[in-house]
């Protein structure tokens, strides 16, 4: 039920943009979609920060360093989660996990390495 895995990390120019993943493969539809999901992330050194969230209602919120430049989204016939990440810049290096809540219940996936360098 809780296996959640992120893919679509990498290496990227500051301005460049990529697009991450996360798929709940063994989550039964009837609870991933009432399902919040949430992209957060973690640098060297740094706790893990909330960089967006989608509500079962696809209402969306987004951490102020990141708006108007990352847009997350979901596919709930794929049981998926995506976030666009555009303008890139050095500061958004991390690795960057997916999480899934519902009723309070959290789970996370492993995270991808997003590294934005010259």
């Known amino acids: 039920q809780g296996l959640l895995v992120e893919s679509g990390g990498g290496l990227v120019q500051p301005g460049g943009s990529l697009r991450l993943s996360c798929a709940a493969p063994?989550?039964?539809?009837?609870?991933?979609?009432?399902?919040?999901m949430a992209w957060y992330r973690q640098a060297p050194g740094k706790e893990r920060d909330l960089v967006a969230t989608?509500?079962?209602?696809?209402?969306?919120t987004y951490a102020d360093s990141v708006k108007g430049r990352f847009t997350i989204s979901r596919d709930n016939a794929r049981k998926k989660i995506y976030l666009q990440m555009n303008d890139l810049a050095p500061e958004d290096s991390a690795v960057y996990y997916c999480?899934?809540?519902?009723?309070?219940?959290?789970?996370w996936g492993r995270g991808t390495q997003v590294t934005v360098s010259s």
């Open positions: 999480n899934r809540n519902l009723g309070g219940q959290n789970f």
């Open positions: 989608i509500t079962s209602d696809r209402t969306v």
């Open positions: 063994t989550t039964i539809t009837s609870v991933f979609n009432p399902s919040t």
